[in-house]
């Protein structure tokens, strides 16, 4: 299986429109990456430089150590030189073919023997479970099915790199989620490296071994996903990633003490302790809160009232106002609270984010304690 390493890769549309701006990686062997961030972040001009369809500016393309992409030396090889296989959105089935033949296309082509093209698409139909629909045409089949057909034929001359570009998009949402359980049992299964692009976060963190967050043509952070969620690098990792997402408190540098800081939140003094905490006094901060932090108890430290309460069965959002600011907390269970109702919160856990308001960068990682 091949590692997959991106050295300085630029690309630039026209003379001025930088849509990949100096993206350094290294996709390790069998892994699963997501290409993850808004419409128009360069995910999938990524995707495609890798694969081979769209031609760098400048920079280097390794796969499996070989270059298949230097501005300098005036490599660039094709994509069918590359071996590397490709899910489209749309999975652009053959109409005209039977489920065996869609599959078994590509290996016809690459002059497979008989008896290697039936074993190889025997082998795939029962992986995909898709056995009994092999004398079905795609239009006779779900989007589920026909997605599952896709993979199959993509799969079929055991590529090095499987690409994704958004693939579950034309589905419903439960077939989605379905589909997302297919795809990372069929991660382990292949044992092959998947690159996948979509701008869900939720399939980002459920799918990948490592999330690629990009913003603007710029890489954000690379890193696991729950690293991404509990580590941001800035303010908007932080806020791309999760949902509820996280709540940005702005706070103030009153000094520094042992471990940590104390702020100004709200004129309420606050200590702040934890990881490479550094920070000039009379500084404004932002603190970052996930919802799952914000505890409704009746010992809380702060005075608050409910705004409004999202039940949505396993769990509750409950939408609060604390001096003038609405924040979110997330409450375990069928929980309700009158509109308005007084209530008091406490912060809890070791995971509370702390930026730097100006440079928007993380420059702290600790529990926040309430004074008095």
């Known amino acids: 299986m091949p590692e997959i390493i991106l050295k300085n890769v630029k690309k630039v549309f026209g003379n001025q ?11 390790e062997d069998r892994s699963f990456i997501t290409l993850l961030g808004p419409s128009g972040c360069g995910k999938t001009t990524t ?9 760098p500016t400048e920079g280097q393309i390794f796969i499996d150590g070989v270059p298949v992409y230097d501005g300098e030396k005036g490599i660039n090889l094709p994509p069918d030189k590359r071996d590397v296989g490709f899910l489209f959105q749309n999975y652009a089935l053959w109409p005209h073919m039977t489920v065996y033949k869609n599959i078994s296309f590509g290996l016809e082509n690459l002059k497979w023997s008989k008896k290697e093209i039936d074993d190889r698409v025997n082998e795939l139909l029962d992986m995909l479970k898709i056995r009994q629909f092999v004398d079905r045409y795609p239009s006779e089949l779900s989007g589920g099915q026909q997605q599952r057909v896709a993979i199959a034929r993509t799969l079929a001359p055991k590529p090095k790199v499987l690409f994704m570009d958004e693939p579950l998009s034309n589905l419903d949402a439960k077939l989605r989620g379905e589909m997302r359980t297919e795809l990372k049992r069929l991660h382990v299964d292949t044992n092959s490296t998947f690159i996948y692009v979509t701008h869900d976060q939720l399939e980002a963190m459920t799918l990948s071994t490592r999330v690629c967050l990009m913003e603007t043509g710029v890489l954000q952070q690379f890193a696991p996903p729950l690293e991404i969620y509990q580590k ?5 990792v932080a806020d791309f990633m999760g949902n509820p997402t ?8 009153m000094g520094k003490i042992k471990e940590g800081l104390m702020l100004d939140l709200h004129g309420k003094t606050v200590r702040f302790t934890g990881e490479e905490v550094s920070c000039a006094q009379g500084a404004d901060v ?12 009746d010992k809380g430290r702060i005075q608050a009232s409910v705004y409004t309460t999202l039940p949505t069965g396993m769990e509750t959002t409950v939408r609060i106002m604390m001096s003038g600011e609405l924040i979110s907390a997330v ?9 308005d109702q007084e209530i008091r919160i406490d912060f809890v856990g ?3 984010v702390l930026f730097d308001k100006e440079t928007t960068k993380r420059i702290g990682l600790g529990r926040l304690v309430v004074e008095g």
């Open 17 to 27: 429109f930088v849509a990949v701006d100096n993206l350094n990686m290294v996709i």
């Open 47 to 55: 995707l495609r430089m890798i694969a081979g369809l769209e031609t």
């Open 232 to 236: 941001p690098e800035n303010l908007f």
């Open 246 to 253: 996280m709540n940005f408190l702005s706070a103030r540098v």
């Open 286 to 297: 932002i603190l970052g809160v996930r919802p799952e932090y914000i505890a409704i108890t």
């Open 331 to 339: 409450v375990f269970g069928s929980v309700d609270y009158p509109v």
């Open 350 to 352: 070791d995971n509370i």
